[in-house]
């Protein structure tokens, strides 16, 4: 499980994450709320690890690991993934050469064997399969030339392959038409089980609709002011965070 | 275990950022006296036991070369050479024209072996001798002819390649056995007196190889010389000719690599190339010169000459090249595209990294109707590294119908290294096209993150994101010479992020 005790965190001496305190079993999906500028993506890339954003207090686990010391790619291995905002592009490095060195290197670091060539495009079909993509996706650059939607879609596929403990989705459904929607939701559904938890990151509720969330948190000002079920989404849809804040 | 796949691994063995092929081989050699005259260049002619014309063609080079001075235009810094403060001939003492391997010094055939590179002939059959070496079903072996120093110490599959009417020798060997053809093309493409260092290397060249294919034959494996500098105070001149007769194919393939030492050395090769009616020659080269250290201290200053003439009609000259090594490059493999729809490519990936500076590029000169070139030019920066990319498209008045398209990236690593475009284009035709496109990116920082939140670490990440910029290049090299090349890029920029 993640659990995050008191994090506070500032980027260029700007404290942005202001006492973040935030558990989520094993198992579930936790959807976290807010308006622009409360801190939801620097949440997500202080728990992954970018370079840029100080952490100044607190800590964060995820299964028992210090996840805070550790390098990126050490997070990575350990189980944790983050669905980009916006995903990067690499240009002339293969979808497939990507996703299957990724995919090595964290068995690597796991102690696991390695999958070849054949036995990695076997596991990236039936994935792609289950996802509605085509094959075709394997062969291009990574994101290069990708509509947003593909872009959403390849970082769920890449999330189907690395079997992550733990999935953050930064505004996964930013930019997405209601089949992309459904395609990404669909994804992280598929996903759910005993070993998988998300954290969902989102401004909006209609994601929640597809993907239904165990607990709502609501993030402003650099705090969690209100958890809540499923429910308290529909409600901050009907009123506004504004509402929220009022009375927090 | 075939021949690349060796190489490969003697790559991945690899431990530590650093040059993992600079060790030195004790072995006894043989030295003309240091320094550069006109006796120095009849003892080299001498010891090759040459015919009176090919000293009397070195002795012009020689004269030549003492009334030129040294290019000063590119974009190099070095201090200046003392070419008196140099040996120009040192061979390993053995039995002259080793028979078989079994009379090579077997200090050589362990310096070779530690390279990764095989000279023992992998046929099918012959797993005998401890080598253990049997190519994989299916996988085609590769001839090499070992240059060490300033000798030829091996050449494999002589016999089988001469059954197809293929010569592939040394250049002393071809001048002994085949002096009609050498005679007949040494210096038709690049004469003596073409410039500083290739009139220096006609004085002083000797070894290098010579490959003959005749009228219509398809050479049936690539064709490969390993060039090793070994001895201490050297340079290495070597110069290679190759000659595909009308409709013939060949791929050729070049290696280098050089001991660690703080003083610099040079290496000025010629190489020529001959295409006629309708022949391919694809050139091919992974260049690994010891770079210097980290401060720029020592390395290979590599001043070479290539140039290929595409004579005959729809012959075709291709060159690819990956530049990792060298503390200086200066080199632009060029074509001259006599033939009526002949073709040049010049495909190049140019690294430098610590102290490294690379001036290099290609020439296209346009002669022939409806000649076509494409120029794709990838340069990476590190460090303190200075890359710069020149290139000449010259189109005659005759050459209707030309075609030249030229692309030239450059990526910075880090904010303390240069990249530089110098793309001169002279075009005296109407009909002709010429395109010319130049892009300069970074190294991105979300990038990175990208690829490490993934799980590969950092310099996984640089590796991956390096031979993506570089795939239109890598492409073009023999497949299994293109992983090696990848990982050589790999580890030429260990250390070169964060």
């Not at chain 1, 596929?157 to 403990?165: D, I």
């Not at chain 1, 953050?168 to 939701?185: F, Y």
């Not at chain 2, 002279?426 to 993150?449: G, P, Y």
Request: proline share 4%; charged share 25%.
């Amino acid at each position: 499980m993640l659990k995050i005790e008191g994090l506070t965190a500032e980027i260029d001496g700007k404290a942005i994450l202001k006492g973040i305190d935030l558990e989520v079993p094993k198992g579930e999906v936790h959807a976290i709320m807010g308006p622009n500028g409360s801190g939801k993506s620097t949440l997500s890339y202080v728990l992954s690890g970018r370079d840029g954003y100080e952490v100044t207090g607190g800590t964060a686990s995820f299964n028992g690991h210090d996840i805070l010391a550790m390098e990126p790619e050490e997070r990575a291995a350990a189980g944790l993934f983050l669905a980009f905002q916006y995903p990067v592009e690499l240009p002339g490095v293969g979808n497939a050469t990507f996703l299957r060195t990724a995919l090595n290197a964290q068995r690597k670091a796991r102690g696991e064997a390695e999958l070849d060539a054949m036995q990695f495009l076997k596991l990236a079909r039936e994935r792609m399969k289950a996802l509605s993509m085509s094959d075709e996706m394997l062969k291009r650059g990574v994101n290069v030339g990708f509509s947003g939607g593909e872009k959403k879609r390849n970082e769920i596929l890449q999330m189907a392959l690395l079997k992550p403990g733990l999935a953050i989705l930064d505004e996964t459904d930013s930019g997405l038409d209601i089949d992309a929607l459904k395609i990404v939701a669909d994804g992280v559904n598929a996903m759910r089980g005993p070993d998988f938890s998300a954290l969902v990151i989102t401004h909006y509720q209609r994601l929640l609709d597809y993907i239904v969330p165990d607990r709502v948190h609501v993030l402003m000002g650099g705090r969690i002011v209100k958890s809540g079920g499923p429910e308290l989404a529909k409600e901050l849809e009907a009123q506004g965070y504004g509402a929220v804040q009022a009375a927090a | 275990m075939p021949a690349v796949t060796e190489t490969i691994e003697t790559v991945q063995q690899a431990t530590e950022s650093g040059y993992k092929w600079g060790f030195e081989t004790d072995i006894e050699m043989e030295f003309a006296p240091k320094g550069l005259n006109e006796d120095i260049v009849r003892f080299i002619s001498a010891k090759k036991n040459e015919p009176e014309w090919l000293l009397e063609w070195r002795l012009r080079a020689f004269a030549a070369w003492k009334t030129m001075e040294e290019p000063r235009w590119a974009a190099v810094k070095y201090a200046p050479i003392d070419y008196q403060d140099s040996y120009y001939y040192a061979a390993p003492k053995q039995k002259v024209g080793p028979k078989s391997l079994d009379e090579v010094d077997p200090e050589l055939l362990k310096t070779y072996a530690k390279l990764g590179i095989p000279l023992r002939e992998q046929e099918i059959l012959a797993g005998v001798e401890g080598a253990g070496s049997v190519p994989a079903e299916g996988r085609m072996p590769i001839a090499v002819d070992a240059v060490f120093d300033s000798v030829s110490v091996a050449t494999s599959y002589k016999e089988r390649l001469g059954k197809e009417g293929i010569i592939f020798c040394s250049i002393s060997e071809a001048v002994q056995t085949h002096p009609e053809l050498v005679r007949k093309y040494l210096g038709t493409v690049v004469p003596q007196g073409d410039n500083f260092f290739a009139a220096l290397n006609s004085a002083v060249f000797t070894d290098g190889s010579f490959v003959y294919i005749p009228k219509g034959v398809r050479c049936p494996m690539e064709l490969s010389t390993y060039f090793r500098i070994n001895a201490k105070s050297t340079g290495q001149f070597e110069r290679t000719l190759i000659v595909a007769d009308e409709g013939s194919h060949v791929s050729y393939l070049e290696g280098c690599t050089a001991p660690m030492r703080d003083e610099n050395q040079l290496h000025a090769a010629v190489v020529e190339l001959v295409a006629l009616d309708d022949a391919t020659i694809k050139y091919s080269t992974v260049q690994n010169w010891y770079p210097g250290d980290a401060e720029g201290k020592g390395g290979i200053y590599n001043f070479v000459t290539k140039r290929g003439a595409c004579r005959g009609a729809r012959s075709k000259i291709s060159w690819t090249q990956v530049e990792t090594g060298s503390a200086i490059t200066w080199k632009y493999p060029s074509c001259i595209l006599q033939g009526e729809d002949s073709v040049g490519e010049f495909y190049s990936v140019a690294i430098t990294n610590n102290y490294q500076q690379a001036d290099t590029g290609t020439k296209m000169f346009h002669i022939g109707p409806r000649t076509r070139s494409t120029i794709v030019s990838k340069g990476i920066s590190a460090g303190h590294g200075q890359n710069t990319y020149r290139g000449l498209v010259r189109i005659g008045a005759k050459a209707h119908g030309a075609r030249n398209f030229t692309q030239c990236d450059s990526l910075l690593i880090g904010d303390l290294c240069g990249a530089h475009t110098v793309p001169y284009i002279e075009n005296r035709c109407v009909s002709a096209k010429v395109e010319h496109e130049a892009t300069t990116s970074r190294i991105a920082e979300d990038q990175l993150f990208y690829c490490r939140q993934r799980g590969l670490t950092q310099e996984e990440a640089v590796g991956l994101i390096v031979n993506g910029f570089c795939r239109e290049v890598l492409k073009e090299l023999p497949m299994e010479f293109a992983v090696e090349a990848q990982k050589l890029l790999q580890i030429s920029l260990e250390g070169s992020v964060g």
